[in-house]
């Protein structure tokens, strides 16, 4: 199993410009978050995806949008990045109900300028 | 507004020490407390975990001490190995099935341990 895997694993973008990060499970998992992390800040929410076909917004939505594709699939996308959004983000997944562990990905860092 | 606070921001240990990271966490509605481990350029990955009706949970090395009416909760490492260097962050949630396992994190502490 590869667990959690996301791309690309880094990028650079101009401030106006979109991307979208990809992230992937393969563990079966219910929920689905995504998470940025940034120096003294720990890893703060941005959205998550309780289940299939269903996602809400976490501690930090402003600037993001997100699409929980399939079972597996839950992506974030940058509509018009700005320097505030260079970051390290994470996907997690986990079953949602029961265990509570998350499951990490390895991140992307992406710097914009 | 942060609800989990986590000190000190960074502890360097000598080898065979003891590290001890402490949180302190807002909402008396919590009732899972996670500590996760962090290696550079990886994700973090669940080390320990607790639930408030314990007051201590041991797992080889590392252990969490959980005080209830002090709303606060601490990592121990025993005899703490250059091996263990990196981040650690402590979470908290709501161990209940409409919280979807959302997790609250601490600021993070990096930890050094010298050989």
């Given at each position: 199993?590869?667990?959690?895997?996301?791309?690309?694993?880094?990028?650079?973008?101009?401030?106006?410009?979109?991307?979208?990060?990809?992230?992937?499970?393969?563990?079966?998992?219910?929920?689905?978050?995504?998470?940025?992390?940034?120096?003294?800040?720990?890893?703060?929410?941005?959205?998550?995806?309780?289940?299939?076909?269903?996602?809400?917004?976490?501690?930090?939505?402003?600037?993001?949008?997100v699409s929980r594709l399939?079972?597996?699939?839950?992506?974030?996308r940058l509509e018009s990045?700005?320097?505030?959004?260079?970051?390290?983000?994470?996907?997690?997944?986990?079953?949602?109900?029961?265990?509570?562990?998350?499951?990490?990905?390895?991140?992307?860092?992406?710097?914009?300028? | 507004?942060?609800?989990?606070?986590?000190?000190?921001q960074s502890l360097i240990?000598?080898?065979?020490?003891?590290?001890?990271?402490?949180?302190?966490?807002?909402?008396?509605?919590?009732?899972?407390?996670?500590?996760?481990?962090?290696?550079?350029?990886?994700?973090?990955?669940?080390?320990?975990?607790?639930?408030?009706?314990?007051?201590?949970?041991?797992?080889?090395?590392?252990?969490?001490?959980?005080?209830?009416?002090?709303?606060?909760?601490?990592?121990?490492?025993?005899?703490?190995?250059?091996?263990?260097?990196?981040?650690?962050?402590?979470?908290?949630?709501?161990?209940?099935?409409?919280?979807?396992?959302?997790?609250?994190?601490?600021?993070?502490?990096?930890?050094?341990?010298?050989?």
């Amino acid at each position: 199993n590869a667990g959690v895997t996301q791309t690309p694993k880094f990028q650079v973008l101009k401030t106006g410009q979109s991307m979208t990060l990809q992230c992937a499970q393969d563990m079966n998992h219910n929920s689905m978050y995504w998470y940025r992390q940034d120096p003294g800040m720990g890893l703060r929410l941005i959205y998550y995806s309780a289940s299939e076909g269903t996602t809400d917004k976490g501690e930090v939505p402003n600037g993001y949008n997100v699409s929980r594709l399939n079972k597996r699939e839950f992506s974030l996308r940058l509509e018009s990045a700005a320097p505030s959004q260079t970051s390290v983000y994470f996907c997690a997944s986990s079953t949602g109900t029961g265990s509570y562990e998350q499951y990490f990905g390895p991140g992307t860092r992406l710097t914009v300028t | 507004q942060q609800q989990v606070k986590q000190s000190p921001q960074s502890l360097i240990v000598q080898k065979g020490g003891i590290s001890i990271i402490n949180c302190a966490y807002e909402n008396t509605a919590f009732d899972y407390f996670p500590w996760y481990q962090q290696f550079p350029g990886k994700g973090p990955a669940l080390l320990i975990a607790i639930r408030p009706d314990v007051s201590e949970k041991k797992e080889g090395r590392f252990t969490i001490s959980f005080n209830k009416s002090a709303k606060q909760f601490s990592l121990h490492i025993m005899d703490s190995q250059p091996g263990d260097s990196a981040t650690y962050f402590c979470a908290a949630s709501f161990a209940r099935r409409t919280s979807y396992g959302k997790l609250t994190f601490g600021q993070g502490t990096i930890l050094t341990v010298h050989p």
